[in-house]
């Protein structure tokens, strides 16, 4: 069983920062990429930013050089470093690892999703 911890979240000003960090536990064999999503009241979930094993990233136009994604693949980690929060950045952030292989079935990936951890930007 493959479960995602996310931390980080929480109530911060205009300007200021948040790390989320996100482990995932359990027997794995490999993860393609990590990332997070958010989805704020009333819209879709979004991608926000993600990495693969390899390094690669991806982020979403609106937080460009803001936000970074980064990884450590011996702890199946995945953190996401915020700065210049702004109030639109308020939403909940999901952990998301793709590609989760396991060691008991090689030949199949699966998606996992973590609970979602509050993160509001007041202005």
């Known amino acids: 069983q493959v479960q995602l911890v996310e931390s980080g979240g929480g109530l911060v000003q205009a300007g200021g920062s948040l790390r989320l960090s996100c482990a995932a536990s359990g027997s794995i064999f490999s993860i393609n990429a990590m990332g997070w999503y958010r989805q704020a009241p009333g819209k879709q979930r979004e991608l926000v930013a993600s990495i693969t094993s390899?390094?690669?990233t991806v982020y979403a136009d609106s937080v460009k050089g803001r936000f970074t994604v980064?990884?450590?693949?011996?702890?199946n980690t995945v953190y996401l470093q915020m700065i210049s929060?702004?109030?639109?950045?308020?939403?909940?952030?999901?952990?998301?690892?793709?590609?989760?292989v396991l060691p008991q079935s090689l030949r199949v990936s699966r998606d996992y999703w973590g609970q979602g951890t509050q993160v509001t930007v007041s202005s």
């Open 54 to 56: 390899s390094g690669s």
């Open 70 to 75: 980064s990884r450590d693949n011996a702890k």
């Open 85 to 100: 929060l702004k109030p639109e950045d308020t939403a909940v952030y999901y952990c998301n690892a793709r590609g989760v």
